[in-house]
């Protein structure tokens, strides 16, 4: 629904120019895509906000390993920690407002699950999404991320339905779709790139892709 504005590496490479260092954004980024794939090789268990900032900071940290020496490192994370917690360094992904305020009129109840930290409700509500969400089940709150069913099983509980009344729309087959319908929900796969049959390519696609699969309300 939101992705880092213009680029991880851009405002990663803003970030630490402030503090004297120069890197190029495409170097960022490169090196901020094998940390993110090698920090989810891993299952996280016993999340909390102070484990979640702690995880965040050392991906920061191998992120810059190779690109630059940064002895005094606390004051740069924590200018990107709190830089990413800024509406202006995020974009909304096109027609996603529009889609769930669609979704809202036409009854349907909105929540979201997300593997995040306590960041995430400013940044709803500076994007005019949070009064649009009835339920927002955060992992570093709950203790949990996806795919752990527990995680799922929570909203549930929170929304008072039946798994056949739930779907779940994300972009990882492995966090958000089989671990959906492992509990009996519907699932329904976003793929920007290479679209495939059921799935769908963009969040304005959502109503008739419920209205096909006859989700509940």
Same mark, same amino acid.
């Given at each position: 629904?939101?992705?880092?504005?213009?680029?991880? %590496?851009?405002?990663?490479?803003?970030?630490?120019?402030?503090? !004297?260092? &120069?890197?190029?954004?495409? *170097?960022?980024?490169?090196?901020?895509?094998?940390?993110?794939?090698? @920090?989810?090789?891993?299952?996280?268990? %016993?999340?909390?906000?102070?484990? &979640?900032?702690?995880?965040?900071? @050392?991906?920061?940290?191998?992120?810059?390993? +190779?690109?630059?020496?940064?002895?005094?490192?606390?004051?740069?994370?924590?200018?990107?920690?709190?830089? /990413?917690?800024?509406?202006?360094?995020?974009?909304?992904?096109?027609? *996603?407002? &529009?889609?769930?305020?669609?979704?809202?009129?036409? %009854?349907?109840?909105?929540?979201?699950?997300?593997?995040?930290?306590?960041?995430?409700? +400013?940044?709803?509500?500076?994007? %005019?999404?949070?009064?649009?969400?009835?339920?927002?089940?955060?992992? =570093?709150?709950? +203790? /949990?991320?996806?795919?752990?069913?527990?995680?799922?099983?929570?909203?549930?509980?929170? /929304?008072?339905? &039946?798994?056949? *009344?739930?779907?779940?729309? !994300?972009? =990882?087959?492995?966090?958000?779709?089989?671990? @959906?319908?492992?509990?009996?929900?519907?699932?329904?796969?976003?793929?920007?790139?290479?679209?495939?049959?059921? =799935?769908?390519?963009?969040?304005?696609?959502?109503?008739?892709?419920?209205?096909? @699969?006859?989700?509940?309300?």
């Amino acid at each position: 629904m939101i992705s880092p504005f213009p680029s991880v %590496g851009k405002i990663y490479a803003e970030v630490i120019s402030s503090h !004297g260092f &120069e890197v190029a954004s495409e *170097a960022i980024d490169a090196s901020f895509r094998r940390a993110w794939k090698a @920090a989810h090789q891993i299952p996280r268990l %016993g999340i909390d906000e102070e484990s &979640e900032r702690n995880w965040w900071r @050392a991906l920061v940290k191998n992120t810059f390993e +190779g690109l630059c020496a940064i002895d005094d490192f606390e004051p740069v994370f924590d200018d990107l920690w709190r830089t /990413f917690a800024k509406t202006r360094r995020w974009k909304l992904h096109d027609q *996603a407002l &529009e889609t769930l305020r669609e979704l809202k009129r036409h %009854g349907y109840r909105l929540g979201i699950v997300s593997n995040w930290d306590s960041r995430l409700p +400013g940044l709803l509500d500076g994007f %005019g999404i949070a009064p649009l969400i009835e339920q927002i089940v955060i992992s =570093s709150q709950v +203790g /949990f991320e996806k795919p752990d069913p527990r995680i799922f099983q929570e909203i549930q509980s929170r /929304f008072g339905l &039946e798994p056949g *009344a739930m779907l779940h729309v !994300g972009d =990882s087959e492995f966090h958000d779709v089989e671990p @959906a319908r492992k509990l009996g929900w519907h699932a329904c796969l976003i793929e920007h790139a290479q679209k495939k049959s059921g =799935s769908i390519s963009c969040l304005d696609e959502i109503p008739a892709w419920i209205s096909s @699969a006859s989700v509940g309300r």
